[in-house]
């Protein structure tokens, strides 16, 4: 008997969402291996409780909401490794400013990380990235107002800039 059959709805689910899942979950914490495993937890934390989330309007968001978490909680025990961050920047047209790009991202907190990737990469809006990082909004706009500036100061043409912390 299939995962289908035993649970109507849930195969479409992680067809539809799983590479989009692992997609975010990398940018957060930088290595392919750990974004699958975080991911597959995550789907797996859903179909156990597929009953209740099956009748949610979303249940792709309750999904990703469940790895993104996961995924800051492992990015802030061990830092991100640059080489798979370079995959994450997939709209910057330039390689050179994907690597400038992953290797800024690496050096943030994982909050800030997350936050920046969720909303610039990923194009949610502050209220969804809040309930995927279990913060408050206004908590959510300190991770990103300090991720922008750090990111800033990094990727700045301006050598004076970066020693001026402006």
Do not use: N
């Amino acid at each position: 008997m299939t995962v289908e059959r035993l649970r109507p709805g849930y195969e479409e689910l992680f067809r539809t969402e799983y590479a989009r899942v692992v997609g975010t979950v990398l940018s957060i914490v930088g290595d392919r291996a750990d974004a699958e495993s975080v991911t597959q937890d995550a789907f797996l934390k859903a179909l156990v409780r597929w009953g209740r989330i099956s009748r949610y309007d979303r249940p792709g968001a309750w999904v990703r909401r469940v790895a993104i978490r996961d995924a800051v909680r492992l990015a802030e025990r061990r830092p991100a490794p640059l080489d798979e961050l370079g995959a994450v920047a997939d709209p910057i047209d330039r390689v050179a400013a994907r690597l400038d790009l992953a290797r800024a991202l690496a050096t943030l907190p994982a909050r800030q990380r997350a936050a920046i990737v969720l909303q610039h990469l990923a194009g949610w809006p502050t209220a969804e990235i809040a309930g995927a990082l279990g913060c408050s909004e206004s908590t959510v706009r300190v991770h990103l107002h300090r991720g922008r500036a750090a990111l800033g100061a990094l990727l700045s043409d301006d050598p004076q800039e970066l020693h001026d912390g402006r």
